[in-house]
């Protein structure tokens, strides 16, 4: 097995540009330190008559309390990437990034993206892979002809994956285990706080492309790292060989396969692959949700079984090998720069966390 590398495999869309740094102000669940000081001034009042000059001198003290912030926020106020180190699975089914080790506990960056300090719990340093389900929640993702939601599918996917690799001897945990909102920046602050091999976040496409005898599996792979290139196109590799049997009547866009997607300013579109920073990102589409066929195979065990079987499978390959990974994508289609969600924290109420 190779060195650990910083290994991400995220299957999930979001992006937002880069901005300077600023405080945001503490808001309700926030517990913030306070610094008091105390000033002294000093005036001089001087009354001048033909005869006699009188000089009254008077001192005042006032006393100011300045909020010290724990978290960093961007000009958009999205908090900042890379502020904390492990997590606390709360007792409440939560996973939380860890700003500070207390005495009797920890400071926390929450799931929408404040921070508040929780007593119990159990703390996590690291893992082999991070499984991010993608969506849940209020955030349904695609939903199939027959109405599934793409959020179920991905975590009944995602439970299958983290069981098979468990299997084969890797440390493994969910960035949610059950039907929860999670904003992208969370997912990403989960995946750095844990330093993983993988972060590995599952979804399933959506759209009317063309039928195609073959499945129109996507990986992204981010823009400047070769790694992240080789793990895609391991992924697609052996997804492709799991769904091909089924021999369905697919969908797929034209340029299927493993490929990067830039934004602007060349960097990653998706947030799933840029905000993770250091650890390095896949994004996934295993297939189309849309599709009544594909929807229906997508809904049954073995399917998923084997989904999950093909993630163990690159992933041993990807540690254990030099293999370069296929069916890359040279020249995608462009797929526009239309907004991603960019992490973004509003319109989201924080879960008790114990």
Do not use: K
């Not at 102000?25 to 009354?47: C, D, I, L, W």
């Not at 929450?110 to 389900?133: Q, Y």
């Not at 690799?165 to 059950?178: F, I, N, Q, T």
């Not at 579109?269 to 929807?295: C, D, K, Q, W």
Request: net charge negative; charged share 20%.
């Amino acid at each position: 097995m190779i060195p650990r590398a910083l290994v991400a495999v995220a299957f999930l869309a979001a992006a937002c540009g880069t901005s300077s740094v600023t405080v945001a102000e503490p808001v309700e669940v926030q517990a913030p330190t306070t610094v008091t000081s105390s000033t002294s001034t000093s005036s001089t009042t001087t009354s001048t008559t033909t005869s006699t000059t009188t000089s009254t001198t008077t001192s005042t003290s006032s006393t100011t309390t300045t909020t010290v912030p724990l978290l960093a926020f961007d000009a958009d106020g999205v908090p900042v990437n890379g502020q904390t180190d492990g997590v606390v699975l709360t007792t409440t089914g939560w996973v939380v990034p860890v700003l500070d080790p207390l005495e009797e506990g920890w400071r926390v960056w929450t799931p929408c993206g404040r921070h508040t300090v929780i007593s119990t719990g159990t703390f996590v340093d690291t893992v082999d892979f991070v499984i991010d389900p993608g969506h849940g929640g209020s955030e349904p993702g695609a939903v199939g002809p027959g109405g599934t939601r793409e959020a179920d599918i991905n975590l009944q996917v995602s439970r299958r994956v983290r069981d098979a690799l468990e299997g084969a001897g890797y440390s493994v945990l969910l960035v949610r285990d059950s039907d929860q909102r999670v904003p992208i920046v969370t997912r990403a602050e989960i995946a750095r706080a844990l330093d993983p091999i993988a972060f590995v976040s599952i979804h399933h496409n959506a759209g009317t492309e063309a039928p195609s005898p073959t499945p129109g599996t996507e990986m992204f792979f981010q823009v400047a790292s070769d790694e992240s290139r080789r793990l895609a196109g391991l992924l697609y590799e052996e997804t492709r060989e799991a769904l091909d049997p089924y021999g369905a009547q697919w969908f797929s866009m034209s340029d299927a396969g493993a490929m990067s997607r830039p934004s602007r300013e060349g960097d990653d579109y998706y947030g799933v692959l840029r905000r993770p920073g250091p650890v390095m990102s896949v994004l996934a589409e295993f297939a189309y949700m849309t599709n009544p066929i594909e929807e229906a195979l997508l809904n049954r065990a073995d399917v998923q079984d084997s989904l999950a079987a093909a993630v163990v499978d690159a992933v041993d390959r990807f540690t254990e090998t030099s293999d370069p990974g296929s069916g890359y994508t040279e020249d995608p289609i462009f797929r526009g720069y239309g907004p991603t969600g960019a992490g973004r924290t509003t319109n989201c109420d924080d879960p008790e966390l114990e």
